[in-house]
């Protein structure tokens, strides 16, 4: 499901929404709004939407199998190597390792796979 969001564009005007909706709205005015920087301002991503390397920001139901295994892995790798740090002792190593089921980008991947048979 898609999260409904407020933006404001430069204009002053402002919007709630989901994102399609948003950019349909700045399609329709003839405003700018760039998914890209607007995801990197609400914390990189959003509910309900992947920023996919190949393919721009797209929603997490209309990805295939195949493009939500290889987001998961690659969020995956990403969780792992920002938690990493060296200084820490096991027990902290091993309470950050485990704890990739908080990550909600994982999460919502995850869920969306498991749905599908």
């Known amino acids: 499901m898609s999260e409904k969001i407020n933006h404001k564009f430069e204009n002053g005007l402002e ?15 003839g405003l700018k ?32 199998d195949v493009h ?3 987001a998961l892995l690659k969020r995956a790798r990403i969780f792992y190597s920002e938690i990493f740090d060296s200084k820490d002792t096991n027990k902290q190593f091993q309470k950050k390792f485990i ?9 919502e991947l995850y869920n969306e796979l498991a749905l599908r048979k």
């Not at 929404?17 to 709205?25: D, P, S, Y």
């Not at 760039?34 to 959003?46: H, I």
């Not at 509910?47 to 190949?54: A, E, L, P, Q």
């Open 15 to 29: 919007v709630t929404g989901t994102l399609e909706e948003i950019v349909t709205i700045a399609k329709t005015l």
């Open 33 to 64: 709004f760039d998914v890209t920087k607007f995801l990197a301002v609400n914390g990189g991503s959003l509910k309900g939407y992947y920023n996919s390397t190949s393919r721009g920001v797209i929603r997490i139901d209309s990805m295939t």
């Open 68 to 70: 939500l295994r290889r």
């Open 99 to 107: 704890s990739l089921t908080n990550d909600r980008l994982i999460c």
